[in-house]
């Protein structure tokens, strides 16, 4: 019998930055045998949605700092949910190097801990640097992102 895991990669992005991140991390899904990834911009997705999959990721660029409003009402919405046994992980996108690094990715982590009993974080989350705040994506960051994808389904 093949054991399919099924992610879907959640997303918010103005600038389009966030979501080329979100393409790379399910590139590095796909290169991995018996899985099936399916990515989507958060006001697209209905959390209940979640339900159908084993992995949930989410991504926000830093605003102030922290995940965008669309991403912390997602998480709450999630709270709402029987998400037992589900594995989850985050990702971000900033502009301020050396400062905000991984700054949104751990404050995700964070409510993601206490709004939502029972999901798992499986990795420490990624977090990706771009050039300006309409970017694009530094060079070099992208391949993070793959090999970040990979590490997901292994
Ligand atoms: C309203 C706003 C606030 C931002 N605040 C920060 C910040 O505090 N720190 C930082 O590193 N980048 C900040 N940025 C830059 C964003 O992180 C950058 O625009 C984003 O990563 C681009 O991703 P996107 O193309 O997916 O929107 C901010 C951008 C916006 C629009």
Known sequence: ????????????????????????????INEIEKTAVVIKKIKDV?????????????GSPNHMGGPTRSVRKFIDKLGLLELDEKKVA??????????HVGKTVRKMEKIIKEKI??????????????????????????????????????
């Open 1 to 28: 019998m093949i054991l399919l895991v099924k992610t879907i990669i959640v997303y918010d992005s103005w600038f389009g930055n966030t979501q080329a991140v979100a393409e790379a991390i399910g590139k590095g």
């Open 46 to 58: 209905d959390p209940i949605e979640v339900l159908a999959y084993d992995v949930l990721l989410i």
């Open 90 to 99: 985050v990702f971000d996108t900033y502009v301020r190097k050396n400062v």
């Open 117 to 154: 009993s029972g999901l798992k974080l499986i990795v420490g989350g990624l977090s990706i640097l771009v050039k300006g705040v309409r970017g694009p994506v530094m060079s070099g960051e992208l391949s993070k992102c793959t090999t970040f994808g990979n590490k997901i389904v292994n």
